[in-house]
Structure formats: structure tokens, C-alpha cells
């Protein structure tokens, strides 16, 4: 329908219209509403779900971090009493302990590197105490490493869950603007059913004569506050 179609429209006709479209949704979007807001829930559960397992899987990655540098602290205390005294199996390990800047992953890199059976063969001596300190470092490296690709998939997890809570609310919301949207046009258009339409006029003279519409004065409005 074009501009001039429309100001041939009679007020109380375009009127009756406007509320008659808007009653329709009014009687379709509590519905919506309903679905949109138990998908909402859903997901949120969804999310907070994946974001707890996250958590407590970062929280234990922490906590073998902590394990690790406690037991290189061990290896440490044991290694300066002197390199020359332990077998060549320690001897690339003795100088990367006892590097000042040594970090996390350059011991579980070396850990890694270290035949198995190397680690759990009994021997006796100082060597012995070394053994079962790598023996247990070794266990923590392997676990760590199983819970970490298990915190990746949380990670993964949890950000897919994240994107859908965030889209269901965001539909819920328009839902919801919209309704109140309708109530307020329904209500906007049944007063000027029972009053003379004279601003209604007033905007549609001031449109036919090129002038802007009520909607474009408002936006303006904003828009000029909002530069203030």
C-alpha cells in the first residue's frame, strides 16, 4: 500500500486495523513466549552446567600444577647435592632442574622423555629416592595431561552452550518487546477511537506536505539528546 493509499484510509478505519492486527499477536505471542522461556531455562542450565565442569576441571589442573612444582622442588633438594654422584640417566634432568627459570612444561616435556621402565626399575643409593619421586611426577604429568584434553572439550562445550543461552534469551526478549509493544499500540489506538484524531491529522497533513512523520520528530529527539 503506498503513502497516498494509506492517507485516503479514514483514522477510525486504520485504526480498528492496527488494533485488530495487534489483538492477533497479542493472542499468539504468550505462547511463544512460554516455549522461548522454557528453552531460556534450558539453556541457561545447560550453560552454567558446562561452565561448573570447566571450573572444576581448570581448578584441578591448578592443583596438579601445584603437585608437579612441589615434587621438582624434591628432585631439586636431592640433585644439588652434586650431579657427578648421579647416573647419566639424571644428568640432562639435573641441569634443567636446577636451571633458575626452569618452567612447568620443560619438566613434563623431559618427564615425558624418560623411558618407563627407567622410572620404576629398583635400584638402591640416592638414585632410589629419585625413582620414586619421577615414578609419582610421572603419574601427575600422564594425569594431567588426560585432564587437560578434558578441559579443552569442557571449554569447547561450554562455549557452544554459552552461544545458545545467549541466543534463546535474546528471542525470549524480543518476544517479550513485542508484546509490549502490541499492548501499548492497542491501547495508543483505542484512546484515539475515542478521542478526534486530531493529532493523528496534524501528522498526516504535515506528511502529506513533505514534512517529516511523528516516528522521525521522536527519532531526531533522541538522537539529539543522546549527542549531548
Known amino acids: 500500500m503506498t503513502p497516498e493509499e494509506l492517507l485516503s484510509?479514514?483514522?477510525?478505519?486504520?485504526?480498528?486495523?492496527?488494533?485488530?492486527?495487534?489483538?492477533?499477536?497479542?493472542?499468539?505471542?504468550?505462547?511463544?513466549?512460554?516455549?522461548a522461556e522454557q528453552e531460556?531455562?534450558?539453556?541457561?542450565?545447560?550453560?552454567?552446567?558446562?561452565?561448573?565442569?570447566?571450573?572444576?576441571?581448570?581448578?584441578?589442573?591448578?592443583?596438579?600444577?601445584?603437585?608437579?612444582?612441589?615434587?621438582?622442588?624434591?628432585?631439586v633438594e636431592i640433585l644439588q647435592g652434586g650431579i657427578?654422584?648421579?647416573?647419566n640417566d639424571y644428568a640432562e634432568l639435573s641441569k634443567i632442574l636446577l636451571a633458575s627459570d626452569v618452567?612447568?612444561?620443560?619438566?613434563?616435556?623431559l618427564l615425558l622423555s624418560i623411558p618407563e621402565q627407567n622410572l620404576v626399575q629398583d635400584i638402591g643409593g640416592e638414585d632410589n629416592n629419585?625413582?620414586?619421586?619421577?615414578?609419582?611426577?610421572?603419574k601427575t604429568t600422564k594425569l594431567k595431561s588426560q585432564i587437560n584434553n578434558e578441559l579443552q572439550q569442557a571449554k569447547t562445550q561450554w562455549n557452544a552452550n554459552e552461544s545458545h543461552r545467549r541466543r534463546t534469551e535474546s528471542k525470549f526478549m524480543k518476544l517479550k518487546s513485542s508484546l509490549e509493544d502490541s499492548e501499548a499500540s492497542v491501547e495508543f489506538w483505542r484512546e484515539q477511537l475515542e478521542g478526534d484524531f486530531t493529532q493523528l491529522l496534524e501528522d498526516s497533513t504535515r506528511v502529506a506536505e513533505g514534512g517529516p512523520s511523528s516516528r522521525q520528530i521522536q527519532r531526531r529527539s533522541t538522537q539529539k539528546n543522546q549527542a549531548r
Open 40 to 75: 531460556k531455562i534450558n539453556a541457561e542450565q545447560a550453560a552454567k552446567k558446562s561452565k561448573l565442569l570447566k571450573e572444576n576441571l581448570s581448578q584441578k589442573i591448578s592443583n596438579l600444577n601445584g603437585e608437579l612444582n612441589e615434587q621438582r622442588e624434591q628432585l
Open 9 to 35: 484510509i479514514q483514522p477510525d478505519v486504520m485504526a480498528k486495523l492496527i488494533i485488530h492486527k495487534r489483538e492477533r499477536l497479542l493472542e499468539t505471542i504468550p505462547d511463544k513466549m512460554e516455549l
Open 103 to 109: 618452567s612447568i612444561n620443560e619438566f613434563e616435556k
Open 130 to 138: 629419585i625413582r620414586k619421586i619421577l615414578t609419582a611426577t610421572t
Open 84 to 87: 657427578d654422584s648421579l647416573t
